[in-house]
């Protein structure tokens, strides 16, 4: 099994190949090729079976002695360069930034003497990166 280049990965990854990668980025576990069928709403197996394959000849996923498919490495490509996994939920990278620059603002107000420019300049990062995080996550593919 070859580990795929990035220029093949963006090219090859994206649709609804994109859409299985991810679900099983989330699902964090081993899958079927019946299960992922349902999970998707495939109407065939050889759906799942063809997308399956084909991230495995991309080298993201391996098979097991069951024959189910898991996550072998993550690939950071098109949309998801901007999404960070925790667990099995991907959240904008802008996520961080922004509750970190929101807490910063809160402690700062309550345990010191405002300063109008240290709030100003925190109030608009804040501002700023909340947008962002709102839309990586609405402008989302998958």
């Known amino acids: 099994m070859e580990v795929a280049s990035r220029e093949k990965l ?9 859409k299985v990668y991810v679900m099983l980025l989330k699902l964090n576990r081993p899958v079927g090729v019946r299960e992922l069928q349902r999970i998707m709403g495939f109407r065939s197996p050889n759906t799942a079976l063809y997308h399956l394959e084909k991230l495995r000849r991309l080298g993201l996923l391996e098979k097991n002695i069951e024959g189910e498919y898991f996550v072998a490495r993550e690939a ?5 360069i901007f999404f960070t996994r925790i667990g099995s939920l991907l959240v904008p990278r802008f996520l961080f930034y922004a509750v970190f620059f929101t807490v910063f603002l809160i402690v700062y107000l309550v345990l010191e003497k405002p300063n109008i420019y240290v709030v100003l300049v925190t109030s608009l990062a804040s501002i700023f990166f909340w947008i962002e995080t709102l839309r990586a996550w609405l402008n989302k593919v998958f």
């Open 76 to 80: 950071k490509v098109g949309a998801l």
């Open 10 to 18: 963006e090219a090859e990854l994206k649709g609804t190949t994109l």
